[in-house]
């Protein structure tokens, strides 16, 4: 399975952009970036994924490099629940087993 | 239906002894999956079952794990002989077919498992 690097912190205030970068550039033609969030006590909950185009969705913004060996997790505006650990995750074409890195821990200050 | 539902929430057992966990997926979910976390680690995959069929074990989930899903519907997770170094968050999750493919997986809470 190829290998995500990401910060392993990251901080940011309340109501400001944040940018989550991964590096993948091991990363196979047929691989997906899945980006999931766990916040304290909980299991990870899916938050967005691409291939190649940048994706949108209620959550968060995906922006994928144009040679995919890197992609940034864009939350438009952080609020205080958005802390969580955030793990940049690379998932071959048959969508099984999931490979965790350690993620990159964000904390919000109001 | 709310979600991937685990049972129970926290064990505490004494070494040696053995421990049996449950996962209820989402209703519909066919595939449903087992993941370990020890603490400031991500989630390591263990297993995952296709309907009834195990379709992939770690090499992580030694002789004294096994796990089930007689009916394609919960699922069990059972650690014979529990050590110390099994204590962790067991995750359980599902995902279901699109038409397309299996995207994401819901996680359940987690079950948390300490051995005194």
């Known amino acids: 399975d190829a290998k995500t690097t990401q910060p392993n912190s990251m901080e940011s205030n309340e109501e400001e952009p944040v940018h989550l970068p991964c590096n993948h550039s091991?990363?196979?033609?047929?691989?997906?970036i899945h980006w999931y969030r766990q916040l304290p006590s909980q299991g990870p909950e899916y938050v967005i994924h691409?291939?190649?185009s940048n994706v949108n969705n209620r959550m968060a913004s995906l922006a994928i490099a144009e040679d995919r060996k890197s992609s940034t997790l864009i939350l438009h505006r952080a609020t205080l629940r958005d802390a969580a650990v955030y793990y940049c995750?690379?998932?071959?074409?048959?969508?099984?087993?999931?490979?965790f890195g350690a993620g990159t821990r964000l904390a919000v200050h109001p | 239906d709310t979600g991937v539902s685990q049972d129970p929430r926290h064990k505490i057992t004494k070494r040696g002894q053995n421990v049996t966990f449950r996962c209820d997926p989402i209703?519909?979910?066919?595939?449903l999956y087992w993941y370990r976390q020890t603490l400031g680690q991500g989630p390591e995959f263990l297993t995952y079952?296709?309907?009834?069929?195990?379709?992939?074990k770690s090499r992580l989930l030694s002789d004294r794990f096994s796990a089930e899903r007689p009916k394609g519907s919960f699922s069990t997770l059972e650690i014979q002989r529990t050590e110390q170094g099994d204590s962790a968050m067991y995750l359980c999750?599902?995902?279901?077919?699109?038409?397309?493919?299996?995207?994401?997986?819901?996680f359940g809470p987690g079950t948390r498992l300490t051995v005194l």
């Open positions: 999750a599902s995902s279901v077919w699109t038409g397309v493919s299996y995207n994401e997986q819901f």
């Open positions: 091991t990363i196979s033609g047929t691989d997906y």
């Open positions: 691409g291939l190649t």
């Open positions: 995750i690379l998932r071959d074409g048959g969508y099984n087993k999931l490979i």
């Open positions: 209703s519909e979910h066919n595939r």
């Open positions: 079952f296709q309907n009834e069929a195990q379709l992939e």
